[in-house]
């Protein structure tokens, strides 16, 4: 497969950490998904999200090989507002950590 069409095909790794991160996406919405959006909503959101991490973090693992993964990089680094706040650890993972890490 020539180098270029490698790039367009997900790796392995950068599917299965969509997964994971989708999961942790989607448990830190279920609250709101009970609140404002329909399961019918919720089945098309998912793949909506799993793909663009996905993408993601294809990209960021292609950037410094492709012009085009970079390119896309950086568009969407610099479209991050200015007034998102930084991200914060979900306190189901802080309470996960302290009960099994900090036992006494």
């Known amino acids: 497969m020539p180098k270029t069409a490698r790039i367009l095909v ?4 950068s599917q299965h950490m969509a997964m994971f991160l989708a999961m942790v996406v989607r448990n830190a919405m279920e609250d709101f998904h009970h609140k404002y959006l329909s399961d019918e909503q919720m ?4 793949p909506i999200i799993r793909n663009a991490i996905c993408t993601g973090l294809h990209a960021l693992r292609y950037s410094d090989k492709s012009e085009g993964a970079r390119s896309f990089v950086d568009f969407h680094t610099m479209s991050i507002p200015k007034y998102w706040e930084q991200p914060e650890l979900l306190d189901d993972f802080v309470e996960t950590v302290k009960m099994f890490d900090f036992k006494p």
């Not at 997900?10 to 790794?13: G, L, M, Q």
């Not at 089945?43 to 998912?46: G, T």
């Open 10 to 13: 997900p790796t392995k790794n």
């Open 43 to 46: 089945k098309e959101l998912n």
